[in-house]
């Protein structure tokens, strides 16, 4: 069983930055891993995701330059570096395990879901 916690979310201004962290139990160095990001109202969204090897990364066009994603198999984290953060990044943000390795886009496409971290970017 794989159980994800992320941490590291909080308020910050617009231009700030902000490292989120995803801690997962179980076996998820074969798995590639995504972050997704929820506003109110709204439906979840993909944000990115990394290859099992760390060697391939996706990123969805509005955050593409801005947000990275790493993982350190060591430690069982995958991370997403937030830069220039803009309002509308606001969102609970979410990290998920995919263990057939899709590097799917999709929330159907993801097993294993953390319980989110509030972003929140004032003006």
């Known amino acids: 069983q794989v159980q994800l916690v992320e941490s590291g979310g909080g308020l910050v201004q617009a231009g700030d930055s902000l490292r989120l962290s995803c801690a997962a139990s179980g076996r998820v160095r074969r798995y590639a891993m995504g972050w997704f990001r929820q506003a109110p109202g709204k439906e979840r969204e993909f944000v990115g995701n990394?290859?099992?090897?760390?060697?391939?990364?996706y990123y969805t066009d509005s955050v593409k330059g801005r947000f990275t994603i790493s993982r350190d198999d060591a430690k069982n984290t995958v991370y997403l570096q937030m830069n220039s953060l803009k309002p509308e990044d606001t969102a609970v943000y979410f990290c998920a395990a995919d263990p057939y390795q899709t590097m799917s886009a999709q929330v159907k496409d993801y097993d294993y879901w953390g319980q989110g971290t509030q972003v929140t970017v004032s003006s």
């Open positions: 990394i290859n099992r090897s760390g060697g391939i990364t």
